[in-house]
């Protein structure tokens, strides 16, 4: 609503942040013997998990290897859908980069508690959520996330707790009486529960820089 009407620049930048360039799925374009493991998401141990498990995919022939041109395809396929993202199409489309964005105080992407900015926070989230749901299927993980193109209830779930992780930061607030102590780990449990059995999680025993290895207070605190 800040921009109006933009019109993609005739090239993309490539810096949306998930597509490598001349990489295809952790593997050469030029040379699909080559295999890269690496993270790109913000959740490393996952990413890398299933990164391995498409590569072993690939070397054991569970999964036949694209062609060059339909790698191509599929990533140029995964750039396309970043521009319909504000986060990532910043980082895609000189044009849209170009743009001045809001300084107004009171425009929704400044505030961080607004309806607006976590419908962009979700939007920029759960495009990272689909980026490791397409993987997840192509590498045959035991956990689905749905698709790339459609999330199933498991990935939108893993979304909303990446949204509310994202959140957490933005609820410490300076004047608070608790701003001394508290830092974005101290936030409100309520909401967080696993998204495969819906248990809910529990609260700290006490702030988190206070806490032991254990979790635990150590008594000398106490």
Do not use: Q
Request: proline content about 5%; glycine content about 8%; hydrophobic content about 30%.
């Amino acid at each position: 609503d800040h921009f109006g009407e933009v019109n993609p620049a005739e090239t993309m930048y490539g810096y949306e942040g998930y597509v490598k360039w001349n990489i295809y799925r952790h593997l050469s374009i030029d040379n699909p013997s080559m295999m890269y493991l690496y993270e790109s998401t913000s959740w490393p141990l996952l990413d890398l998990d299933v990164g391995a498990y498409i590569c072993l995919a690939y070397v054991c022939g569970d999964k036949k290897i694209p062609s060059r041109d339909e790698m191509k395809r599929k990533n140029h396929e995964i750039r396309l859908a970043a521009m319909d993202i504000p986060d990532f199409r910043y980082g895609e489309d000189r044009n849209y980069g170009d743009c001045e964005w809001p300084t107004d105080k009171n425009h929704w992407y400044n505030d961080k508690t607004s309806a607006g900015y976590k419908l962009y926070l979700k939007e920029s989230c759960e495009y990272g959520v689909r980026i490791i749901a397409g993987d997840m299927a192509e590498g045959n993980y035991p956990v689905s996330f749905g698709s790339f193109e459609k999330l199933n209830s498991t990935g939108e779930a893993f979304g909303n707790l990446e949204v509310k992780d994202s959140l957490g930061r933005y609820e410490l607030k300076e004047d608070s009486a608790d701003s001394s102590w508290r830092t974005f780990r101290d936030c409100n449990p309520e909401g967080y529960k696993s998204i495969f059995t819906g248990i809910p999680s529990i609260a700290f025993d006490g702030p988190w820089m206070e806490l032991d290895d254990e979790g635990k207070i150590p008594k000398a605190i106490v």
